[in-house]
């Protein structure tokens, strides 16, 4: 083990469990989570799309540095999750790869707005 403080991460997943660009869905803590890999990064945004509450953020697209909800198109950044106009969007979350082992961090329920 690095010494990488783990604290406060749960392991999701391995890295080889996961397809570049295609999404997964996993519920931690009771917080339904989108996780992506793309170009070697792991990125954890919320899976609730706040457009309808549909929880389909998995499923949707990528596009550039966004993910687009499959429903109606909406698009969040996946670094912030943020809108392009700059609007609050989705929750993300710090993710981290440690010896092939995805690692999320989820924290208390916090608004953002
Ligand atoms: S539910 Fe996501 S864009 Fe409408």
Not at 2 to 23: H, P
Request: proline residues 3%; contains cysteine.
């Amino acid at each position: 083990m690095t010494d990488m403080k783990l604290e406060d991460f749960q392991r999701i997943c391995s890295i080889n469990e996961l397809n570049d660009n295609i999404g997964r869905r996993f519920i931690l803590n009771d917080i339904d989570i989108a996780v992506f890999l793309i170009k070697q990064r792991v990125f954890a945004l919320s899976n609730i799309c706040p457009h309808l509450q549909t929880t389909l953020i998995y499923d949707g697209f990528i596009e550039d540095n966004y993910v687009v909800c499959p429903v109606h198109g909406w698009k969040f950044d996946l670094e912030t999750g943020k809108t392009p106009s700059g609007s609050n969007g989705l929750r993300v979350f710090e993710t981290k790869v440690v010896e092939n082992e995805v690692y999320v961090k989820v924290n208390q329920k916090k608004f953002n707005w």
